[in-house]
């Protein structure tokens, strides 16, 4: 049955755009029904209105008093959705959302968690980390959501090589190229039944 999946975003959203072009190029029977995000003006909600994909504009100045996100899940819950795909959202998911969907929250994080994962880790903070560190390896991370920034069960991880003092710019788009591939991976094992849960870790049936 066709998978329906909200994605959330802050910013550019080149992760939900790939995973909408990529549904289709690839015929995935799967759906983005819904963007979130907190921020009207970015990238991501042009690319959504362009592509007749409905938006939902959800911030503390349109629901100052939601702080367990109750509305939020109502809106969502409207949608009947197998999936939730977090492309870089910069607000935290509530324990009540998280509850609620339990193992059916993915992100995406641009280093070799647990490496540079946690609070004030994001974006290219991460990759001037790993180049300040003179790191010889970095990669990507698709992960389930849990309660904590980061920590939740790992899906899929991959690495790259870095050349000798390749600069955080480099790194970044070295890095943005890998997160499409895994990400939308991801999101095609899921919408194809292809996980399976054993002790609370995500395993990829054959
Ligand atoms: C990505 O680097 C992702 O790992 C992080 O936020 C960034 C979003 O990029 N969570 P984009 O908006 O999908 O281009």
Redesign the pocket.
């Given at each position: 049955m066709k998978k329906a999946i909200v994605v959330f975003?802050?910013?550019?959203?080149?992760?939900?755009?790939?995973i909408v072009e990529k549904i289709k190029i690839h015929n995935l029977d799967a759906e983005v029904v819904l963007l979130v995000s907190n921020n009207s003006n970015c990238?991501?909600v042009t690319f959504a209105k362009k592509n007749n994909i409905k938006t939902l504009i959800y911030n503390s100045i349109k629901y100052p008093n939601d702080f367990n996100q109750d509305i939020l899940l109502k809106k969502i819950k409207q949608y009947e959705i197998d999936l939730i795909v977090?492309?870089?959202?910069m607000k935290k998911i509530s324990k009540n959302l998280i509850k609620n969907y339990k193992n059916k929250i993915l992100?995406?994080?641009?280093s070799l968690l647990p490496k540079y994962g946690g609070k004030g880790f994001?974006?290219m903070k991460?990759h001037e980390a790993v180049y300040a560190n003179k790191d010889k390896k970095t990669g990507?991370t698709v992960h389930f959501v849990d309660e904590n920034y980061d920590t939740g069960p790992i899906l899929i991880q991959k690495e790259i090589n870095l050349k000798l003092d390749e600069k955080p710019s480099k790194i970044?788009g070295k890095?943005?190229e890998l997160?499409h591939e895994i990400y939308f991976n991801s999101v095609r094992l899921f919408c194809e039944d292809k996980i399976l849960w054993k002790n609370n870790k995500p395993l990829i049936k054959e």
């Open positions: 975003a802050s910013g550019t959203g080149s992760n939900f755009k790939n990238n991501a977090l492309a870089g959202y992100n995406i994080h641009p994001y974006g991460v990507a970044s890095v943005l997160e």
